[in-house]
């Protein structure tokens, strides 16, 4: 029932920067844990960052922490990442996650496969 539309990815050179967005309908977007999961080629997905139904509480992945910066406006119905300093090593498929009620840091880093996703909006970092 849920929808999920990503937008803001394309190609940028390494040190860059890209901001990605998610706009939630079909559901009440305030009782969504949101977050933003990454596939790279031939590889499973991983987390990259969450942020809690009522926005208090921020999850990253070792690897972006300091760098991207996830955040929610409910007026919109929009949850956003912001990616700083981008390294090659970021390039990938983004997809929005959204899953009802609260989840956990760790769920959010080790179960990849649950809740509600967008189609993907691709990520490229050159050197």
């Known amino acids: 029932q849920l929808q999920l539309v990503e937008s803001g990815g394309g190609l940028v050179q390494s040190g860059g920067s890209l901001r990605l967005s998610c706009v939630m309908s079909?559901?009440?977007?305030?009782?969504?844990?949101m977050g933003w999961l990454r596939q790279a080629p031939g590889k499973d997905r991983e987390f990259v960052a969450a942020?809690?139904?009522?926005?208090?509480?921020?999850y990253y992945s070792d690897p972006v922490k300091g760098r991207f910066t996830i955040s929610k406006d409910s007026a919109k119905n929009t949850v956003t990442l912001q990616m700083n300093s981008l390294k090659v090593e970021d390039t990938g498929v983004y997809y929005c996650?959204?899953?009802?009620?609260?989840?956990?840091?760790?769920?959010?880093?080790?179960?990849?496969?649950?809740?509600?996703w967008g189609q993907g909006t691709q990520v490229g970092v050159s050197s």
């Open positions: 996650n959204a899953r009802w009620g609260s989840e956990s840091e760790d769920r959010w880093r080790t179960i990849t496969e649950i809740g509600s």
């Open positions: 079909g559901g009440i977007f305030d009782t969504y844990s």
């Open positions: 942020i809690s139904w009522g926005g208090a509480t921020t």
